[in-house]
């Protein structure tokens, strides 16, 4: 298993542990389509000394039709303040789905420039399988006073941009092969448009010169629990779908969650991060601009 994604087993052990610097974060997330409150689920149980990270709260604020793009530094800053987590802190994540809006924020952490950060493998039900205690209650973030603690230090080569992937898929269409590409992590009835995307008047579809990797294929259930696949069954779904691990590669899904299951995925199959870039605002923000050109096939 790699650092980036460790066991419920390794994470009972270090929270234990009086010399650990280990700071965990609930980072469960639900579509509104679900009408389900991660909030309130955490309440009722989450790790014990765990946090609530809530991306739709810790984000882009002033991209109003886009849920939850990624935070300017000094927002993501003062909320790490807030949750008592220092630069030099091992952050632990998790969510409900097993291995799912975790990788989000993990992902924003890279994007922050803290790369000691990794997720539970199964998330909560990895955890109360083993038969580990859980608590109650509501989370538990300071008011932040003085000077800030926690220092980002973004990486813009992680993140991609409206412009950057019209660009890219501008060179797509001319027949470069040294450009990067496309993988969608949306299901494939989406991508094809034969299904609604669960937003409202948003035109389902995908870009040109796009490749269809949904997310749930990097995942599998063992003994009840979604857990990652392994490195090489992973780099299979992707090979199998003609993407080339050697060349970079842009993640892209419905509103930038499941695309970072993907990152999250090609890192552990051994992808380096510098061929890796998210498409913050993805498919709601490309299908929102009327010059965008949207396939369905």
Same mark, same amino acid.
Request: with cysteine; proline share 6%.
């Given at each position: 298993m790699s650092s980036s994604l460790v066991s419920a087993s390794w994470l009972h052990a270090n929270l234990d542990s009086s010399r650990s610097n280990v700071k965990v974060l609930d980072c469960s997330w639900h579509l509104p389509t679900a009408n389900r409150s991660a909030r309130t689920e955490y309440a009722k149980s989450h790790i014990p000394g765990a946090q609530f990270f809530d991306i739709d709260t810790v984000k882009d604020l002033s991209k109003g039709d886009l849920p939850h793009m990624l935070p300017p530094a000094s927002f993501f800053g003062t909320s790490m303040d807030r949750y008592g987590i220092t630069g030099s802190d091992h952050v632990v994540l998790y969510d409900t789905w097993g291995v799912g809006p975790a990788c989000r924020v993990l992902w924003t952490f890279h994007a922050m420039g803290h790369d000691k950060v990794s997720v539970l493998n199964g998330g909560l039900a990895a955890w109360t399988r083993e038969g580990y205690a859980v608590a109650k209650g509501e989370s538990s973030e300071s008011q932040v006073g003085g000077q800030p603690v926690y220092h980002p230090h973004d990486d813009p080569l992680?993140?991609?941009?409206?412009?950057?992937?019209?660009?890219?898929?501008?060179?797509? @269409? +001319? /027949? @470069?092969? &040294?450009? @990067?590409?496309?993988? &969608?992590? $949306?299901? *494939? +009835? !989406?991508?094809?448009?034969?299904?609604?995307?669960? !937003?409202?008047?948003?035109?389902?579809? *995908?870009?040109? *010169? +796009?490749?269809?990797?949904?997310? #749930?294929?990097? #995942?599998?259930?063992?003994?009840?629990?979604?857990? =990652? @696949?392994?490195?090489?069954?992973? !780099?299979?779904?992707?090979? %199998? $779908? /003609?993407?080339? =691990?050697? !060349?970079?590669?842009?993640?892209?899904? /419905? +509103?930038?969650? #499941?695309?970072?299951?993907?990152?999250?995925? =090609?890192?552990?199959?051994?992808?380096? $991060?510098?061929? =890796? #870039?998210?498409? %913050?605002?993805?498919?709601t923000e490309y299908a929102l601009n009327p010059h965008s050109e949207i396939i369905k096939d």
């Amino acid at each position: 298993m790699s650092s980036s994604l460790v066991s419920a087993s390794w994470l009972h052990a270090n929270l234990d542990s009086s010399r650990s610097n280990v700071k965990v974060l609930d980072c469960s997330w639900h579509l509104p389509t679900a009408n389900r409150s991660a909030r309130t689920e955490y309440a009722k149980s989450h790790i014990p000394g765990a946090q609530f990270f809530d991306i739709d709260t810790v984000k882009d604020l002033s991209k109003g039709d886009l849920p939850h793009m990624l935070p300017p530094a000094s927002f993501f800053g003062t909320s790490m303040d807030r949750y008592g987590i220092t630069g030099s802190d091992h952050v632990v994540l998790y969510d409900t789905w097993g291995v799912g809006p975790a990788c989000r924020v993990l992902w924003t952490f890279h994007a922050m420039g803290h790369d000691k950060v990794s997720v539970l493998n199964g998330g909560l039900a990895a955890w109360t399988r083993e038969g580990y205690a859980v608590a109650k209650g509501e989370s538990s973030e300071s008011q932040v006073g003085g000077q800030p603690v926690y220092h980002p230090h973004d990486d813009p080569l992680l993140v991609c941009s409206y412009v950057d992937v019209v660009g890219n898929i501008e060179q797509l @269409k +001319s /027949g @470069k092969s &040294d450009v @990067k590409q496309i993988v &969608d992590a $949306r299901p *494939h +009835s !989406r991508f094809t448009g034969e299904a609604p995307e669960p !937003r409202a008047g948003l035109s389902s579809g *995908h870009m040109p *010169h +796009s490749v269809s990797v949904p997310a #749930t294929e990097m #995942t599998t259930v063992v003994e009840g629990v979604q857990v =990652l @696949k392994s490195p090489e069954e992973i !780099r299979k779904v992707f090979e %199998d $779908r /003609g993407v080339d =691990l050697s !060349r970079p590669i842009i993640t892209s899904c /419905g +509103s930038g969650v #499941t695309a970072a299951i993907l990152y999250f995925a =090609l890192l552990n199959a051994g992808v380096p $991060r510098e061929l =890796l #870039t998210l498409y %913050d605002g993805s498919w709601t923000e490309y299908a929102l601009n009327p010059h965008s050109e949207i396939i369905k096939d």
